[in-house]
Each structure stands twice: as C-alpha cells, then as structure tokens.
C-alpha cells in the first residue's frame, strides 16, 4: 500500500529536483506564443566562454553552470541575438524575435497529408487539407474516404446519409466537435455531419480511445474534432463548384476581408441542390433522395498577439430539405395516404457559437480560455406513415486555465463546464420531452521528462440531473523504449444519455414496431449507457531503401458496463432494452505508410474487429459490420513547376468482409435475407490538374466496378406491408458515380 501511495504521489505530483551545476530553460517563438511551442536547434552560451547548449525538439536546453557566469546568450538563425542576465538556477522560458531587416529566404518543407505526432501522449492524428482534397469530400461525413482508422457506409437505403464508425462502434459514441466545442449530437447525430460543408474545414483531429476529460464525459470510442478555416489565413476568396452523375450539385463561396489591424471576418456560403431522380436497381424507389441545403457562416476572429488575446466568434444558419420514397412520389397528393410510399425530412439549424483566449504576457506557459455554444435545431419529417419531429435547444459552456507545476514539463488544465439540453420528440402521436442540464469540474495533470515518458491524468466531477454525481477518469501513458519508436496506453470511462429514436432514425423507413423496455430509467425508461475503453497502441518509424515509412498497431477495447441495446433480430420489431450481460467491442488495426519513390506514397491498413452482445436471443456479434476490412490508397503527384502547376492522383481501395445481417427468417421466403453478405471490393479514384497556385480542376469516379447491392428494400414491392424494410444496408446502392469539380482563390 506504501509503495502504491509513493508512486501515486510521484506520478501527479513530481518532485523537481535541480541540479546546482546546470542550467534548463525553454526558448519560445515570439510570434507564435498561444501555442507554447519550443523552438529545436537553438543554441545558447554563456558570453565570453566556449560552453554551449543546443535546445531539443522541444525547445529544451541543459547547459553547464559555474557561479562566475552571468550573461547567457541565445541565437538562432533568422531571429534577433538575445543576451539574458542570469541571476538564479531557476528555469528559464525566453521568446525570440524575427529578424526584420534580412533578406527574404523562402524554406518549403513537404507537410504530409496526415500527421501523427511521436511527441503527443494521447493517441492523435491530425488529417490535413491536403488529404481532405484528395476525395470529393462535399462535407465532414465524406472526409474520411481515403483514411482507415473510420469506417464509412450507407445508414440506410433511402435518405442517402454516410455514418461513420470507429473501433467498432457508431458516431453516437465518439465525441465530435468544432475546434473543441461538441457540435453533433442529441437531434443532429445522423445527418450533422453533412451540415459541415468540407471546404470549411482546415484540418481533423482524430484521437483513438478515451478521450480529454476537458472535453466532457460523453467520449467513449474517441474524438474527432474538426478545425474551421480562419479569417486570418484563408483565402481572401476561394470557389469551389462540384458536379457528379448523381445529379448532386454543389457551390462553395468563402469572402475573407481584414476590418482592422486585429479584426478580421469570413462569410461562408455553401450550397448544394439534387433534383434529378435515378432508380437504378429498377425497385420503383429513387436511389438517393433529392434534396435542397443551404448554409450560411458568418465567423469574426480577433487577434492581439502582443496582449495575449485571440477570440472567435462564429454565426451559421442551416435549411436543409430532402425528399425520399417511390419515384412517383408527390407530397403535394401522397404526403399520409397509401398511394405511393414517400418520405420528406426538413431541417432548420440555428447556431452561434465564441472562444476567448488569453496568454499572460510575462507567463506564456499560463492561459485562460472561455468557450459558449448555443444551437436550436428543428427537424420536422415524416416516412411513409411513421411521424417523427425533434427539436432540440442546447447551451454548452467551459471555461479553462492552463498551467504549470514548477516548470513546463509539469502542466495542468482545470475548469468547469455547464450543459442544457432540452428535447421535444413527437413520434407518431406519442411526445418524448425531457430537458438535460449537467454541471461540472475537471483537473488534467500532464507530465513530460523531455525525453522518454509522459502521461496525462484527469479526473472530471459532474452532477447531472436525470444521470446522477459520478466521477470521469481518463488516463494517457507514452513511453519511448527505443529510437524512433513509441508506445502508448490509455483508459477512461464514458457515460451517456442514448437518444434513441434521433440516432435510429432509419427504424421509422420500416413497418417494425417499436419496442421499448422501460425499466423506469429517467431516459426514455432506460438507463445510461457507461463504457470504459482500454487502448494500447504502438508506432515505429523506419527507412528502408533510403525512402520513410511507419508502421503503427493498434488494439483498443470497450466494454459496457450497460448499453441501450438496439435489437434488429425480430424482422416486424425494434426493441430498446438496457443491457443484462456483456458488451464488448475489441478492435485491432495494423497500419502502413511508406514512401514507394519521390512524391509516390502508399497507405496501407488491416482491421479486424470482434464485436458481441448479450440480446435477449443470445450473444451475437454485431449486424452489418465487417469482421475484418483491408484498405490501401495510393498518392502521387508530379514536381510543382511554376506558379505550382502540377498533376495529382489518387487511387483508394476497400476490401470490406462479410457481414451479419440482422434474422429475416420470420418474413415470407421472397423478403428473406441470408445470415452473411459476401465479401465485395470498392475502388474510388481521383485526378487533378493544378493550373496554378490559384486555379486547379477535378475529376473522380466512386464505386468504380459499379457495385450495387441486391435488394437493398425488402418488400419494395408492399411498402405499407408488415414486411417493408430499408435499414439492411450493407454495400453502395446507387452504383459508379462520376464527379468533377473545379477550385479558384485569390490568395
């Protein structure tokens, strides 16, 4: 017990020790303070001696120290030469200033598409415009074609909508948000991600495993965290237009403009338009759904580097309007009659949204920072005869401080935040109201020796009123054995409200009946879903014939402490019940990335997945989910010649494994399904000229071999039958699809 109270104590307390005969400091860039990135290969000495230091990768230096020197002098290449009077042991943290009188030196660097930091202790990688553009990638569900560690595929064969998993398990279980703040959840789970066009995206943060408990205690696979394009740096304009085969049409308009010296704003206009009808597998229903968005974004972004202060502040408006069902399907004659079987789903979002910073000018390892979010989404829609309306209020507010614990390599976040939900559901004729408000406090400890380890702690309180007090702990470890080589390991726990008509919304475009348990639960009669994730992961740089590469392999496992169970298992039924038994997810994935040639890169990934619960007929492994999936994409561009003109390609393919398909033996012979899907591959690919560092055009294909799955309706024939369903979607349902597109900017 002693020595588990000592390493406790050692572990988020560290004792620092000086030595008397060293020196340790951290030089900063000035220009780039909110950051707290050190700056590597900077050298210092002490005036008049030969005794140097070079700082790390961190902006770290250890030099030697004798009593007799006092001046401590810090150069670096392309920045002013700094003299310090040193008057204590005590660590040093020094900006540097840029030169303003040298000549221009331009240094170009190749940034790749997707970049995994071998110094972060969390499980992160960042996707970056580059990979984005690689892929039609019209909004946030569609960026993740080319990567492997998310999942992408149709929720069902009528309104067209991608869903995204990662380790096995659904979006309802990532926590997903906009530069930190959570943005899809609650009423907009299924179709949120498509109302981030992707153009506005800078960048995509993907972190496996449990999460940042800054971030809330909803996260129970990982987070995914999307980063707005920002006034300041984006283009003062940029044009995207995009047409494909599907008769989908879309527009991409951002104006940036510099109101003051420390003021700049953005308006971002996206909108997209599919009128034509295609009925490609001859079921009498359209393939994909006709639909009309528009959306509006105005953002404001303030900048005081000298102060310290940096503040966004973000206003969107969102029309989006989409109709489904039998091609001679007219709402105007049909809309709740048996006449023809349609669907219509209109939604309107509303949402605003500001971040304040502040750097202490004299402490720049210090911060503080505010965050408020407020959205009011409606959806009103109806499928066939099933009514189902939401609208959903919520207010998310945190505020955080950031610092250290003697010197930079001890920091610390704390804060509290404050969430209200309030939902008002009609489905059919029966209202499902509840308002959610929960309050909360949190403290992360990270700890980084400079060389080998670091870890990161947290632990959140939060009081909830219909889930109760309970504790959230997360906890990352990185440990470095060997040159270029890092393991890590995390765990944490999640728990969560399950919104369980707003996530299944496909269930209504079906004659199930809905089934649910009540076990007096505050949610729907359910209880809260609690999970906790186990994760270790390990990645290993290397060059072979002169040309770098890594290999990462990762192995993350959930399990339920309770779930919502979702039962398909009864072909005329959808139960909702709390879990009685196991639930568990395990997920293994082995990734590489190399370097074929100059500007020729291969990615390759196997996944394969293990994924059981106990329903009320048994253990099962989960419905339309691959067991195993192999992916591989290939990149190449030419040298940029002048003015950047180029050639770009991009050649991505999916290996994706049989899948369980839910029981079907209940229904007549003809609107049975077998217990598996067969195998099927997909090719995608993707051709670009780049004119000019302002003008480049596109072509792509998806689904090249054109494959379609059978029957994806059953009963297509009876849609106001007992055995009418379009939730079994396992493979594309429209077929090869040709886009082409074009992107202009003035920089």
């Known amino acids: 017990m002693k020595k588990y109270f ?16 060293s020196l340790k400091g951290m030089i900063m860039d000035k220009d780039n303070p909110k950051n707290n990135l050190g700056v590597a290969d900077v050298t210092v000495h002490w005036l008049n001696t030969n005794v140097s230091a070079i700082t790390n990768a961190k902006g770290w230096f250890t030099i030697a120290y004798k009593k007799e020197y006092k001046k401590l002098v810090v150069s670096y290449l392309g920045y002013k030469t700094d003299t310090l009077t040193i008057t204590s042991l005590q660590p040093i943290h020094h900006f540097i200033t840029p030169q303003n009188n040298l000549d221009e030196v331009i240094i170009t660097s190749e940034r790749k598409p997707i970049q995994r930091s071998f110094l972060s202790t969390v499980n992160v990688f960042t996707v970056n415009q580059e990979e984005l553009l690689k892929a039609a990638c019209c909004n946030l569900a569609e960026s993740f074609e080319t990567n492997p560690s998310i999942d992408v595929s149709f929720s069902d064969a009528l309104t067209g909508t991608k869903q995204i998993e990662m380790l096995g398990l659904t979006s309802p279980y990532l926590l997903i948000t906009q530069e930190n703040i959570p943005s899809v959840r609650g009423a907009s789970q299924v179709f949120g991600l498509t109302f981030t066009p992707g153009t506005w995206v800078e960048s995509i943060q ?3 495993g449990a999460g940042s408990v800054v971030n809330g205690f909803e996260s129970i696979s990982g987070q995914i965290n999307a980063e707005l394009v920002k006034p300041l740096t984006d283009n003062k304009l940029f044009v995207n237009v995009y047409g494909s085969q599907m008769g989908r049409f879309e527009a991409n308009t951002h104006f940036n403009t510099k109101v003051s010296e420390k003021w700049q704003t953005g308006l971002y206009v996206h909108g997209n338009y599919r009128g034509q009808k295609f009925d490609r597998n001859k079921d009498g229903f359209l393939d994909m759904p006709l639909s009309n968005q528009i959306n509006v974004m105005n953002r404001w972004q303030f900048t005081d580097a000298e102060k310290g202060w940096v503040s966004f502040i973000n206003v969107r408006f969102l029309n989006d309007e989409k109709q489904t069902g039998e091609t001679n399907f007219n709402p105007n004659i049909d809309k709740g009659l048996t006449n023809n079987w349609g669907s219509e789903i209109d939604t309107k979002r509303f949402d605003t949204s500001a971040k304040l910073g502040y750097v202490f000018p004299e402490l720049p390892y210090q911060s503080i920072g505010f965050q408020m979010a407020y959205s009011n989404h409606q959806q009103d829609s109806y499928f066939g005869l099933n009514k189902y309306d939401i609208q959903h209020e919520s207010l998310y507010s945190n505020v955080i401080f950031n610092s250290i614990i003697g010197d930079t390599r001890s920091k610390f976040k704390t804060g509290i935040s404050f969430t209200y939900d ?62 270029k080589g890092v393991f890590r390991a995390s765990f944490g726990r999640g728990k969560r409200s399950a919104n369980i008509f707003a996530e299944n919304q496909q269930l209504f475009a079906s004659a199930r009946q809905i089934d649910i348990d009540d076990v007096g639960g505050n949610i729907y009669g359910l209880n809260p879903e609690i ?4 994760g270790v992961s390990y990645l290993q740089k290397f060059n072979v014939f002169d040309k ?36 568990v997810a395990n997920s293994f994935q082995v990734e590489v990335n190399y370097t074929l040639a100059k500007n020729l890169n291969v990615r390759a990934a196997y996944k394969y997945f293990d994924i059981a619960t106990d329903y009320k007929s048994g253990n099962l492994q989960k419905t339309i989910q691959p067991q195993d999936r192999f992916f591989a994409n290939l990149s190449y561009e030419t040298d940029a010649k002048t003015k950047g003109a180029q050639w770009k390609f991009d050649l991505t393919f999916n290996n994706i494994g049989a899948q369980r398909l839910p029981n079907t033996s209940a229904n007549p012979v003809q609107y049975q399904l077998p217990e598996f899907s067969k195998p099927f591959q997909l090719f995608n690919a993707q051709i670009t000229k780049v004119f000019s560092n302002t003008f480049e055009i596109y ?3 998806e689904n090249l071999t054109n494959l379609q799955q059978n029957r994806p309706i059953l009963a297509s024939d009876a849609p106001f039958g007992p055995n009418f369903d379009s939730t079994i979607v396992y493979a594309p349902i429209f077929g090869r699809s040709i886009y082409t597109g074009l992107r202009f900017k003035i920089l």
Request: glycine residues 6%; charged residues 20%.
């Open 6 to 21: 000592l390493n406790s104590v050692l572990l988020f307390i560290p004792c620092i020790i000086f030595s008397q005969t």
């Open 206 to 208: 993907i972190t496996k």
């Open 422 to 483: 309030k939902y008002n559901e009609l489905v059919n004729t029966t209202n499902f109201n509840r308002n959610e408000n929960s309050f909360g406090g949190f403290f992360e400890y990270a700890f980084d020796n400079l060389d080998d380890f670091s870890a990161t702690a947290g632990l959140r309180i939060d009081t909830h009123n219909l889930l109760g007090t309970f504790i959230t702990p997360r906890l990352h470890l990185r440990y470095v054995p060997w040159e």
């Open 531 to 534: 999970a906790w994730n186990y």
């Open 548 to 583: 770098k590469g890594d290999i990462t392999f990762d192995f993350y496992q959930t399990n339920f402490q309770n779930q919502v169970v979702v039962d398909w298992e009864n072909p005329n039924e959808i139960s909702f019940y709390d879990l009685e038994g196991k639930s």
């Open 699 to 701: 072509l792509g294909g």
